[in-house]
């Protein structure tokens, strides 16, 4: 066996070998090495290799290489084309991080919300250890007969439930988020909503003698209280 049969015999065995490590190796470089190697083999069998002109042989060799890799170059475009059209459309997921409140600016609007509360409980009558300043009293105040303050109460409960009731569900939702909680104040808003939804359920089915929902102004400062005992922990 002449220099031929072993030069083309480990290019082939290289190459084929190659293509299974190296997997995203293209065929249009590993064919035409493993053709090359297949003609220097079949040039270097002894009865062959006297037959053979040297210059023309290394020509056929180099043209059928470059022949291969052209249409290894070919198989290899119109496979990934089809590869491509087979591989459905994978959709554009977009990852939504929740960010947790800010703690500074949950801080302040729980104070203010508290502050708004007692500010109406002490405009509307109702004393306060600590008395906001400025702030005139004004004519639907607490009543001296006690036969007047449940309906004093009811009006306070219905501004309440107005005006802070889903603002005080939204800041303990937030400070829940932060793992911070009062209890009583979740017992509160808990009762609240069912009375809520007694009352939706009572005025579908057409019941005028709905619940009324009224709340001492005890139980109203308390709220402020707590939002202002939650701020604090910040």
Known sequence: MDWQFLIGLGITVIFTFLQFVVKNMPNWISWPCISIGILLIIW????????IQTGPFILFIVCFAVLVGRVAWYFDRKLNINQQQLEP???????????????????????????????DLYEHGWPLMTAPSNRPRLQDGMPKDPNESP???????????????????????EFAMLHI?????DDTIKYLNMAVGTNKQLAKINIENTHKIIMTPQEIETVAELLKSMAAKL
């Open 181 to 185: 909680r009062e209890q009583r104040l």
């Open 151 to 173: 309906k004093w109460a009811e009006r306070r409960t219905r501004a309440f439930m107005f005006c802070y009731f889903n603002k005080v569900i939204i800041i303990r939702d």
């Open 44 to 51: 270097g069998v002894p009865i062959i290799h006297r037959n």
């Open 89 to 119: 459309t994978k959709p554009i997921t977009q990852n939504i991080i929740i960010q947790p409140p800010g703690a500074g600016n949950l801080k302040q609007r729980a104070n203010e919300l508290s502050k708004e509360i007692l500010i």
